[in-house]
């Protein structure tokens, strides 16, 4: 592994917490880092990162753990290294470790195993992603150049910051220059084509996605801003009824799309993972971790399914941008890579979870009137899950009240508090000082005898 020059003109936006590595508006990511560290094979990692720094020679000097996040196959963590030398100089390094990774061969990748456990953990030094090859160029700013370069756009000036980044899956990277201000989505390299082709679709139905600029083969897209502010940014401002009206209809324009394929695989399909490792994060609740999950999974496998429609796959307020003097209406919706086929409670369940994480992230920042509102939207959002069921049988169109006339949905409830209270126990395992609280929350999405 070679340890790449510093970038020092790059920079990461960390002060707003969807730009955040693993956050994607997601508030959680926030608040892991201030939360206790849960049970996971990367605990011991000052191990791994004497290993890495060994291998190139160098030891480290200090280290801090910034971000913290669940993958397919366990976890990521990202380190920012101080290395020393041996010769009186230290170099700053950013490291990723990811445990269970794959056993496909992976340039750069540095790879050890606990003898003890037999767990293996994977190494690889930001910005050489291995899953994302196209990464390391994009947050250069000469080589960005080039990049930008090969769709049309040429600034006479250039600052790059990184916007958003989850390691192995994606990363959104800030171009602003005097001409022009442009988002480049890295993705893995067969993805870009196709998100490219979402985009001019979902625009075409006239949903407020981000104008594509073009794509490359090597894994990127460009994509123009959206008008408005993150909806999450003025909370406070966003009438509870007539802002869930709004999100209503958007998730009905949205089902009216035609996909192809399925969307991201619904959190209620990674139970069983969640489960095993609650069970040592929260060691004094272990019975009512397995009760919780027992309660979800049969009301997943009792409720009515829905045939699949259009999903956005990761709908919640940092996806959805608003205009900021009339926030009921919806100007953008971002990260449209995760949509497709789905079940239309996963939506809806994802964006009930994030609120209740939200009013856990003000509590936190001492922000009562944002913690207040967000449980309310929370509150309202879970009310019309009943509503569903009863609705008439034909869309009308979008509209004040739009959420009164969405298709009937008999199952669609009990599937929305499942996926719910998965997405809860999910944030558990980033959120170790609030897992009682969330966890009580789960419970009391799944109490069959309150329901």
């Known amino acids: 592994m070679t340890i790449p020059a510093a970038m020092t003109s790059t920079t990461t936006d960390r002060s707003d917490p969807r730009r955040r590595s693993g956050s994607d508006g997601d508030p959680a ?17 000052p191990d ?45 390094h950013t490291v990723y470790l990811e445990s269970n990774p794959t056993d496909r061969p992976r340039d750069g990748v540095l790879s050890f195993r606990d003898d003890e456990s037999g767990e293996r953990i994977a190494a690889w030094l930001y910005p050489n992603d291995p899953e994302l090859p196209a990464l390391a160029a994009a ?9 930008l370069g090969r769709l049309g756009l040429n600034p006479t000036a250039l600052t790059v910051t990184i916007a958003a980044y989850r390691p192995g899956k994606r990363a959104v ?59 999450g940014t003025v909370l406070t401002a966003l009438a509870p009824s007539a802002f869930l009206d709004a999100v209503d209809a958007l998730t009905v ?16 399909s990674r139970l069983p993972w969640y489960l095993e490792r609650l069970r040592p994060l929260l ?38 941008f608003v ?42 920042h001492g922000e009562p009137r944002n913690a207040a509102h967000a449980r309310a939207l929370a509150g309202l959002a879970r009310a019309r899950w009943i509503a569903r069921a009863a609705a008439p ?32 126990l999910g944030h558990i395992l980033g959120l170790g000082a609030h897992g009682p609280t969330l966890l009580r929350a789960a419970a009391d999405l799944v109490d069959e005898t309150r329901q």
């Open 139 to 147: 947050v250069y700013p000469e080589a960005a150049r080039l990049l």
């Open 323 to 364: 205009d900021p003097a009339d926030p009921t209406h919806i100007t953008g919706v971002l990260d449209i890579d995760t949509a497709g086929l789905g079940d239309p409670a996963d939506d809806a369940a994802a964006l009930y979870a994030h609120l209740v994480v939200t009013a856990l992230h003000h509590d936190d």
């Open 173 to 231: 990277v800030r171009y602003v220059s005097p001409e022009f201000t442009v988002y480049l989505k890295v993705v893995r390299p067969g993805a870009a084509e196709s998100l490219h082709a979402r985009h001019e679709l979902w625009r075409g139905a006239g949903v407020p996605a981000p104008r594509s600029l073009g794509w490359s083969r090597d894994g990127f897209i460009a994509l123009d801003s959206v008008s408005g502010v993150e909806a």
């Open 48 to 92: 791994v990162l004497d290993a890495v720094a060994e291998s190139v020679g160098m030891t480290v000097a200090s280290s801090r753990r910034f971000s913290i996040e669940t993958t397919a196959r366990g976890f990521a963590a990202g380190y920012e290294l101080e290395l020393d030398a041996g010769d009186g100089s230290r170099e700053n």
């Open 253 to 268: 324009q949205i089902s009216a799309i035609e996909s192809s394929g399925p969307a991201r695989a619904s959190l209620a």
């Open 393 to 424: 049988a034909a869309p009308a169109p979008a509209g004040p009240g739009f959420a009164d006339h969405a298709p009937a949905d008999p199952g669609f409830a009990d599937r929305a508090r499942a996926i719910a209270a998965t997405h809860l």
């Open 29 to 45: 990511a926030t608040l892991a880092a201030a939360a206790a560290d849960p049970v996971h094979p990367l605990q011991d990692a």
């Open 283 to 320: 060691p004094g609740d272990g019975a009512d971790v397995t009760a919780v999950g027992d309660a979800i999974e049969r009301m997943r496998v009792g409720a009515p399914p829905a045939p699949p429609v259009t999903i956005h796959g990761d709908l919640h307020l940092g996806q959805i």
